[in-house]
């Protein structure tokens, strides 16, 4: 079996999510992955379900990678995890910033002995500035960065906070990415990178269009609850007779089809609804004169019909739509269907087999198996030290 990132090895001195997230990528496209940790473990191993289990969220990060326990408060920690540097490509932390350096284990001092390594630091709030001491968790950063003010209905309701760990996931995809653009570039010159990846620039890369608005128009984002981001009147969710469906009539065509199937047609030639202007024109999204009065329509239009037939007759008619499901009933509905693919990634934890939907994309031209090793036991697995690697550079100025 081939993977990209085969022959790369990682030091990965991180713990949660975001870092171990990232350094879960590399895993899995081929990279060894030395997993450090201190003698009472990563905390999320710690979050045990059963006596002898490891948590389901422990193993889904950090499957495919050795465990190697090393304190570097002491002076043979430290000095193992020094000499697994020396070796690495890739040195992953996520400590609050200085931490690492006050122990030798800073980018410039590892450097010194590693000129060509990538050293990925993640944290809160980057590694610079008056904040950068701050602790971060994901639904802080989500009130810091205005995200939870996105959320909800009512203007000016309470804030509304996504219901997952949204940027912990994005700051580890986000360092991933840098990471391995980072190899592509060393693999090129030479060279090695310095990446700082933190909580916060990856909220602002979730809300990438709005933050871009507000920086270049000075557009501040309105909540809109659960329409979609066009802002087209029937971009939409509704309450139908056996649950809610989402709409998303965005264009001129669509809206018309839409509005046929409803028996609401009228409103396509209705000045009070519609910027007729705009509407006839065809091009765009459709903008609405009387939002309220659209919604008041479509309400009453959906309250009678089934939202399951509604998918159904809307797809095929071009319209996009879904019922809203909890995340259980999807994956039961796909998981042994052919309605979309979802790889059935499996990792084999002892007797146990903990299941994931795997990276997000498949790689048609590797070989990327669907079954593979689970998390390591704590310290199991240390490695061996690493040859230096094949392409050196006799200081880090090289690069400069």
């Known amino acids: 079996m081939f993977l990209p990132l085969q022959g790369v090895r990682v030091v990965d001195l991180s713990h949660v999510i975001a870092g171990p997230l990232a350094s879960f990528y590399l895993a899995q496209l081929g990279a060894e992955v030395i997993k450090i940790e201190p003698p009472s473990g990563d905390v999320m191993r710690n ?11 422990f193993v889904a990060l950090n499957a495919g990678k050795q465990s190697a326990v090393h304190d570097i408060r002491t002076p043979e920690g430290l000095a193992a995890v020094r000499e697994l540097a020396r070796g690495a490509d890739v040195f992953i932390e996520n400590l609050r910033p200085g931490t690492v350096a006050r122990y030798g284990l800073g980018e410039a001092s590892l450097r010194e002995i590693n000129p060509s390594l990538v050293y990925c630091s993640i944290s809160g709030y980057g590694q610079q500035g008056e904040w950068s001491q701050r602790g971060a968790y994901d639904h802080v950063i989500q009130a ?7 959320s909800g209905d009512d203007p000016d309701g309470p804030p509304v906070k996504v219901g997952f760990p949204v940027i912990d996931v994005a700051a580890g995809v986000l360092a991933s990415m840098a990471i391995m653009g980072a190899l592509t570039q060393r ?10 990846a933190s909580m916060v620039q990856a909220s ?5 269009p709005n933050v871009s608005a507000f920086l270049s128009s000075g557009v501040e984002p309105r909540r809109v609850g659960n329409r979609g981001y066009t802002g087209s009147p029937t971009a939409d969710t509704y309450r139908c007779c056996d649950g809610w469906l989402a709409t998303a009539a965005n264009t001129p065509a669509q809206f018309r089809r839409l509005a046929a199937v409803l028996d609401l047609s009228d409103l396509c030639e209705d000045e009070r609804a519609l ?5 006839r024109a065809d091009a765009g999204f459709v903008v609405a004169r009387d939002l309220p009065y659209l919604r008041e329509r479509f309400n009453a239009a959906f309250a009678s019909r089934s939202a399951a037939d509604m998918e159904e007759r809307l797809n095929a008619e071009g319209v996009p739509a879904a019922r809203v499901r909890s995340l259980g009933e999807f994956v039961r509905e796909v998981r042994d269907g052919d309605k979309v693919t979802m790889p059935a990634w499996q ?7 903990v299941h994931t939907a795997g990276l997000g994309f498949h790689l048609a031209a590797s070989s990327m198996q669907i079954s593979r090793p689970g998390a390591p036991a704590l310290g199991a697995g240390a490695a061996r030290t690493k ?6 550079v006799e200081s880090v100025s090289a690069c400069d």
Not at 48 to 57: A, F, R
Not at 187 to 196: P, V
Not at 204 to 208: D, K, S, T, V
Not at 347 to 353: H, I, K, L, V
């Open 47 to 57: 979050a045990k379900q059963e006596e002898g289990d490891l948590p389901d969220g």
């Open 144 to 150: 810091l960065t205005g995200m939870m003010m996105m």
């Open 187 to 196: 693999a090129r010159d030479g060279c090695g990178q310095t990446i700082d």
């Open 204 to 208: 602002l890369m979730l809300m990438y």
């Open 275 to 279: 910027d007729l202007v705009a509407f």
């Open 347 to 353: 990792f084999a934890q002892g007797e146990r087999r």
């Open 387 to 392: 040859p230096e690697p094949s392409t050196s």
